[in-house]
């Protein structure tokens, strides 16, 4: 079980795609969930069950991906203008539209720009410290939108270079998400091991240390009791990586 989730890391660690990554990150998640799950079994040896590290650099970042999502875009920006069989589809001779095309639409231009882009919001998601991305993406992103002097120089470019661009901040919420339940997991197995009651557990969500913080506002944990779940609040809540079930206890 443990050896699992750590090839899972692995992996999440080395992908080098944004699907991949995405794809990485629900298994990871699925993964805590059992071995969450497996703390509530009578035999489950807590005192030897170590707790979790927290997400590598590498694991939490984008860069690596987004270099891979750059290449495929660029090799497609650089592909438009030699594609004549386009113009044709759309009822334009091939030397036509390649004229016509040629004032609106600079390949080199455009690909560079998405570079630029593309280097700033992996940049963003180097690290998850100690700034949270999904928190802290939403100034940076817009260093990539085209001003109007890109817009009269070359409209087309800007249009696509626009459009191809990644929604970032929510694969980076994702991992962050991620972050935090990996946070819950730890949780749970110290409240098993200290042997708090239900009683006892919202006094003890809010004494615990930074450790055991909101992923996002480094607030406790909190516990809802008529589900009988631990969570945070997150903006990415539909994935459900935020909450995490505790059986009950005397």
């Known amino acids: 079980?443990?050896?699992?989730?750590?090839?899972?890391?692995?992996?999440?660690?080395?992908?080098?795609?944004?699907?991949?990554?995405?794809?990485?990150?629900d298994m990871v998640a699925e993964n805590l969930h059992v071995v969450a799950a497996f703390m509530d079994t009578h035999r489950a040896p807590l005192g030897s069950f170590p707790a979790l590290a927290p997400l590598s650099d590498?694991?939490?970042?984008?860069?690596l991906a987004l270099r891979s999502e750059f290449r495929?875009?660029?090799?497609?920006?650089?592909?438009?203008?030699?594609?004549?069989?386009?113009?044709?589809?759309?009822?334009?001779?091939?030397?036509?539209?390649?004229t016509a095309l040629r004032?609106?639409?600079?390949?080199?231009?455009?690909?560079?720009r998405a570079y630029r882009c593309w280097e700033r919001l992996g940049a963003a998601t180097e690290s998850m410290?100690?700034?949270p991305p999904a928190l802290g993406l939403s100034g940076k992103i817009t260093d990539c939108s085209p001003d109007w002097l890109e817009w009269l120089r070359?409209?087309?470019?800007?249009?696509?270079?626009?459009?191809?661009?990644?929604?970032?901040g929510r694969y980076?919420?994702?991992?962050?998400?991620?972050?935090?339940?990996?946070?819950?997991?730890?949780?749970?197995?110290?409240?098993?091991?200290?042997?708090?009651?239900?009683?006892?557990?919202?006094?003890?969500?809010?004494?615990?240390?930074a450790q055991f913080t909101d992923p996002y506002q480094g607030k406790p944990m909190l516990w809802q009791r008529k589900s009988r779940t631990l969570h945070f609040n997150s903006p990415q809540s539909k994935r459900g990586y935020h909450r995490l079930p505790l059986q009950p206890f005397g």
């Open 1 to 25: 079980m443990l050896g699992d989730l750590e090839f899972l890391r692995r992996l999440l660690a080395q992908a080098d795609d944004l699907l991949i990554k995405t794809v990485v990150t």
């Open 58 to 63: 590498r694991e939490a970042t984008l860069a």
């Open 103 to 112: 004032p609106l639409y600079k390949p080199n231009r455009s690909t560079n």
């Open 129 to 131: 410290h100690p700034e």
């Open 172 to 209: 980076a919420g994702n991992l962050r998400d991620l972050s935090g339940l990996i946070t819950l997991v730890n949780l749970k197995l110290a409240i098993r091991r200290a042997g708090i009651t239900e009683d006892r557990l919202e006094h003890y969500l809010t004494g615990v240390g």
């Open 154 to 168: 070359n409209p087309v470019g800007a249009a696509l270079v626009s459009v191809a661009r990644p929604d970032v």
């Open 72 to 98: 495929f875009s660029a090799s497609a920006l650089l592909m438009l203008e030699t594609r004549t069989e386009t113009y044709e589809q759309l009822g334009l001779p091939r030397w036509l539209g390649a």
